[in-house]
């Protein structure tokens, strides 16, 4: 098995992680999945920014791990949550880098939230962003 290419952020990839400033709520069938004033706003390259939210701020009992696993260069390996009250849509809604690199260590300790598999990812901007961050 070859190694995994590991890479860091540069000019052409860049990629921040900066405190945001907003309330985070993120919910699914009616449950408050987490609820967050301590988030990280990732921004990498041209994908859209992606709020990590504290382990602590999340109803860890509305999630179920799960074997699904992914890679990123820069950020290391993933490993996925589901939310059973979301049924099938909400499968693999939730990644976390448990040991991510360390150009993007700020991550460690937090998750993150598909919007297409969860309900809504609300902010106190945005009170109803599901699907659109």
């Known amino acids: 098995m070859s190694e995994k290419k590991i890479m860091e952020p540069a000019p052409d990839h ?5 405190p945001n400033a907003d309330r985070v709520v993120v919910t699914v069938a009616g449950k408050i999945v987490a609820d967050t004033q301590r988030a990280l706003t990732l921004r990498e ?3 859209e920014p992606v ?5 602590e701020d999340v109803d860890r009992s509305l ?4 074997d699904h696993s992914s890679y990123c260069p820069f950020k290391g ?3 996925y949550y ?5 049924g099938e849509r909400s499968a693999n809604a939730v990644w976390e880098y448990r040991s991510p690199y360390p150009a993007v260590d700020e991550i460690a ?3 993150a939230f598909y919007p297409d598999r969860v309900d809504s990812i609300a902010t106190d901007d945005q009170p109803s962003a599901a699907g659109s961050r």
Do not use: F, K, R
Request: glycine fraction near 8%; avoid cysteine; aromatic fraction near 8%.
């Open 14 to 18: 860049p990629i921040t992680i900066e």
């Open 45 to 47: 390259a041209e994908y």
């Open 51 to 55: 709020a990590y939210v504290p382990l």
């Open 63 to 66: 999630l179920e791990p799960t």
């Open 77 to 79: 390996d993933a490993n």
């Open 82 to 86: 589901s939310v059973p009250a979301g």
């Open 109 to 111: 300790g937090h998750v």
